[in-house]
């Protein structure tokens, strides 16, 4: 079954640091896409950051500019997002997922999120203190 697992998600407090990691199970990315989602409690899912497989090019939502990175390590088959200086908004359920279309992850945007193929089952990043 293909699938992709989120990790590292946890509690940190307001200016601290996580790195979350999405592998895939029984593929590879060097193919695909990659868009990490998150969605609050009571809130519309948003699409944080993307890294395509054609260039390494990257997009970022407002909301993260500057403090959020993602990179793609092929020879670990991982994405990582190493967020910084955390703020209690980024209190969220974390998603990564995969796409093979190559018409997602733009100059605008991560989505369409409807257009990603295999998702991940979350991981928990609450900012708190």
């Known amino acids: 079954q293909l699938q992709l697992v989120e990790s590292g998600g946890g509690l940190v407090q307001p200016g601290g640091s996580l790195r979350l990691s999405c592998a895939p199970s029984?593929?590879?990315?060097?193919?695909?896409?990659i868009g990490w989602f998150r969605q609050a409690p009571g809130k519309e899912r948003e699409g944080v950051s993307c890294?395509?497989?054609?260039?390494?090019?990257?997009y970022y939502a407002d909301s993260v500019k500057g403090r959020f990175t993602i990179s793609r390590d092929n020879a670990k088959n991982t994405v990582y997002l190493q967020m910084d200086s955390l703020k209690p908004e980024d209190t969220a359920v974390y998603y990564c997922?995969?796409?093979?279309?190559?018409?997602?992850?733009?100059?605008?945007?991560?989505?369409?999120?409807?257009?990603?193929?295999?998702w991940g089952q979350g991981t928990q990043v609450t900012v708190s203190s």
């Open positions: 029984g593929f590879t990315l060097d193919y695909y896409t």
């Open positions: 890294i395509t497989s054609r260039d390494g090019s990257t």
């Open positions: 997922a995969a796409d093979s279309s190559g018409y997602v992850c733009t100059d605008e945007a991560v989505g369409p999120a409807l257009v990603y193929e295999y």
